[in-house]
């Protein structure tokens, strides 16, 4: 709960997950607090102050690195840009670890699985270079597309939201928002030859996503997931796999041609 | 990566969000219903989808029917008339289009299949498949349901076109009356919608890595990711248009309300 002083701080409670390997439970910290601060301030506070063992992940506070991914009141966020005053001021602030991974200690998970899905991804194939000097061209409207998907800072809050891997644990069968956004990312790149769309479908089960967009709610990056990287590549799927007309049409048409 | 390492999946609602998550899958459900059915009461009805130059979108186009707006005039004498709905002919077409659109997708597989409700909300099943297995992976052929799509905006905008000429003592008349600006504005929401599709989207251009140096495709990739980025709430409000047009014309035309003739 949260008491107003004089000084324009407050005492608010906080609910940290606490314990090790999937065991624990929330344990509450008094801390103090104003408005401008952010939940991993509290946090840094907390393990100053009253829980120096406490374990949580983080590095830049700035939004960019993407280590302090966290459940802030049961909504996937970064510790570091969730500003006290976008949390209800008069009632415990809950932080736990992301869901979808698993848990290593307190706020801590291994998020080492992504790793490992990145590199079944077929690397970026480039055509032949365009110059002598072994350079390639390529205009800024060409490449605008793939540059909102290089946005990303791999805080893997889409992964730990997506409902597939969260409640599902389907790790086995489906890459994940993160792993579909960078395999637009070279699929829709100008330059690239490599062909990712047989995979898409048959290995990293991109079938899967049913487009809640919840991915796409929870992305710090404000990048447009669902609808400017994953459904686009379910249209390439569909290109290949179930449209017959449209395989017709490339036979007579220069359709295929990217 | 082993399952048994993974936090337990919660139970069916579960979640520690604090803010009214529910509200949003409940008001798809509803307004979901309502349209359904009010839908499919409009085409049970075979009466009152038209007024004067007024025809409702739900009945168009009236490929066999009562009015002078057939196709191919009155009902065929082989079409048993216990199940002839002139409407129930046509709505497959626009509702396909619409169950397999990307937005009702991520929208009822909330709000209707729970699957999951809402975002990092506990879900009631353990199982799940997505839209590989059959009949699911039918949703990859709305495509198909976008071409046809396509062709129903024309025909919309020609009922509409003909909502501007009256019949007044013998003669044909331009005039304008609410009800042929309601129809419009119905075209111009349903156009908005289906243009900005995601399918159409992918067809002008989206499947292009490069789009330089091909200027009226890029036209048209730009135009139509304008009109996408707002297909949601498009989506709704075509949804809403539709179902008003219908209800406009029907109110009309069994004279609760009077339709102003603007000139």
């Given amino acids: ?258 | 990566m082993t399952h048994s390492s993974l936090p337990v999946q919660r139970s069916f609602a579960e979640t520690l969000r604090r803010d009214l998550w529910w509200i949003s899958p409940l008001t798809v459900l509803i307004a979901f219903s309502t349209f359904l059915i009010y839908g499919t009461w409009s085409a049970l009805q075979n009466s009152g989808y038209t007024w004067g130059p007024y025809f409702s979108p739900f009945h168009a186009p009236e490929i066999w029917g009562p009015t002078e707006h057939a196709w191919f005039g009155p009902r065929p004498a082989w079409w048993p008339e216990i199940v002839f709905y002139p409407a129930l002919i046509i709505l497959p077409f626009p509702g396909l289009f619409r169950f397999t659109c990307y937005y009702y997708r991520g929208a009822y597989y909330k709000g209707f299949w729970a699957d999951p409700a809402a975002c990092a909300v506990g879900e009631a099943r353990k199982t799940y498949r997505g839209e590989r297995p059959f009949p699911n992976w039918l949703q990859n052929l709305h495509r198909y349901a976008m071409y046809i799509a396509l062709i129903f905006i024309v025909m919309l905008a020609w009922d509409a076109w003909k909502g501007f000429w009256w019949l007044d003592n013998g003669n044909l008349h331009f005039g304008v009356g609410v009800g042929t600006l309601i129809m419009w504005a119905n075209v111009a929401l349903i156009a908005s919608y289906t243009l900005g599709c995601h399918s159409l989207r992918h067809i002008v251009g989206g499947f292009k890595d490069r789009l330089t140096g091909q200027p009226i495709r890029a036209a048209c990739y730009t135009q139509c990711s304008r009109l996408n980025a707002r297909h949601g709430t498009l989506a709704k409000w075509s949804m809403f248009s539709v179902a008003f047009t219908d209800f406009y014309i029907r109110m009309v035309a069994g004279g609760y309300i009077t339709d102003w003739r603007l000139f």
Avoid at chain 1, 51 to 57: E, H, I, K, V, Y
Avoid at chain 1, 102 to 115: A, C, E, G, Y
């Fill in chain 1, 1 to 258: 709960m949260s008491t107003m002083t004089d000084s324009g701080t407050r005492k608010q409670t906080f609910s940290l997950w606490r314990g090790e390997r999937g065991t624990g439970a929330f344990k509450d910290y008094e801390a103090t607090v104003t408005d401008g601060m952010v939940v991993l301030d509290v946090v840094h506070q907390i393990q100053a102050e009253q829980a120096n063992d406490l374990a949580c992940r983080w590095n830049c506070k700035a939004g960019k690195c993407g280590s302090c991914s966290a459940e802030i009141n049961g909504k996937p966020k970064l510790m570091c840009m969730t500003r006290l005053d976008q949390l209800p001021a008069n009632e415990p602030v809950t932080v736990e670890p992301m869901r979808a991974f698993p848990h290593v200690k307190d706020l801590v998970t291994d998020v080492s699985w992504n790793f490992e899905v990145k590199k079944k991804i077929l690397k970026f194939v480039p055509r032949a270079p365009d110059a002598p000097d072994g350079t390639w061209r390529i205009q800024q409207a060409d490449s605008d597309r793939v540059q909102e998907y290089r946005k990303c800072i791999e805080c893997f809050l889409c992964q730990d939201v997506c409902h597939v891997l969260r409640d599902h644990h389907m790790h086995d069968e489906f890459i994940g928002p993160r792993f579909l956004l960078y395999a637009a990312a070279l699929e829709m790149h100008p330059l690239d030859t490599g062909d990712r769309v047989p995979a898409l479908k048959k290995d990293f089960g991109i079938g899967l996503c049913n487009i809640t967009k919840c991915c796409t709610e929870v992305c710090p990056e404000h990048i447009q997931i669902t609808d400017n990287a994953i459904i686009p590549l379910k249209e390439r799927v569909a290109d290949e796999y179930f449209d017959p007309l449209g395989q017709l049409v490339q036979i007579f048409s220069r359709r295929k041609e990217k």
